[in-house]
């Protein structure tokens, strides 16, 4: 596609309802990121994953949080059981390799009511 | 550690004026540096720096790397009210694929 997209925009959900999250790559890019970011902070990295490769999870912040990537492409990421400090924006990013430059969807916004 | 700055943290300024944003780093096996700007959620890619001294430009902003000195500025002239956003700056590495990035500077345009 032309560029990083991501859905739902927007999620509403309960506290202890799972929620998945899905990324969709620019076509080619074989880096794909997950971050995220709290209102009025910077931005977190939660996981990486590069081509074929063992993905990077060491910014996942707990056992909660898991994300795979279908084909090489299409990126799920599921947070169950969610809490109220889940809430935040998810941010998928692509880049065509390591250490490239990174381009950003435009993001889901998670509320955790 | 490596660690990205930015500053200020926040700037306000009128229409018209000229703004420098600042970013430091201390990062080993330096690769590049990216200068990114967030409107509301997605940041959207404005520079990459990789050689010091070489201004990049696009329209009214500019930025310029200085390796020994390890910052970057990124330069707005004749700002507009559309130019207000966060300004995040991040820098990568040889031996990581994974960007090290500043908090940000908020940039107000007031009309």
């Known amino acids: 596609g032309a560029g990083v997209s991501q859905s739902p925009s927007n999620k509403v959900t309960e506290k202890g309802k799972d929620v998945e999250l899905r990324c969709d790559p620019i076509s080619g890019h074989t880096a794909l990121y997950w971050y995220r970011q709290s209102l009025g902070q910077g931005l977190e990295f939660l996981i990486y994953?590069?081509?074929?490769?063992?993905?990077?999870k060491s910014g996942l912040p707990s056992d909660r949080f898991s994300a795979e990537r279908t084909g090489g492409s299409v990126s799920t990421l599921t947070i169950q059981r969610t809490q109220q400090e889940d809430s935040a924006v998810y941010l998928c990013?692509?880049?065509?390799?390591?250490?490239?430059?990174?381009?950003f969807g435009p993001g889901t916004r998670l509320l955790v009511l | 550690e490596d660690k990205v700055v930015q500053s200020p943290l926040s700037l306000v300024v009128h229409e018209g004026d000229t703004v420098t944003l600042n970013c430091s780093y201390e990062v080993t096996n330096f690769r590049s540096l990216l200068w990114y700007k967030q409107e509301k959620k997605a940041p959207t890619f404005l520079f990459m720096l990789t050689s010091s001294g070489i201004e990049k430009k696009s329209g009214r902003l500019s930025s310029i790397l200085d390796k020994k000195e390890l910052f970057s500025i990124l330069n707005i002239t004749a700002t507009q009210t559309g130019d207000s956003a966060v300004y995040l700056c991040a820098v990568s590495m040889d031996s990581n694929y994974q960007l090290i990035w500043g908090a940000g500077t908020k940039l107000i345009i007031k009309p």
């Open positions: 990013a692509s880049s065509s390799g390591r250490g490239e430059t990174q381009y």
């Open positions: 994953f590069q081509g074929n490769s063992a993905p990077d």
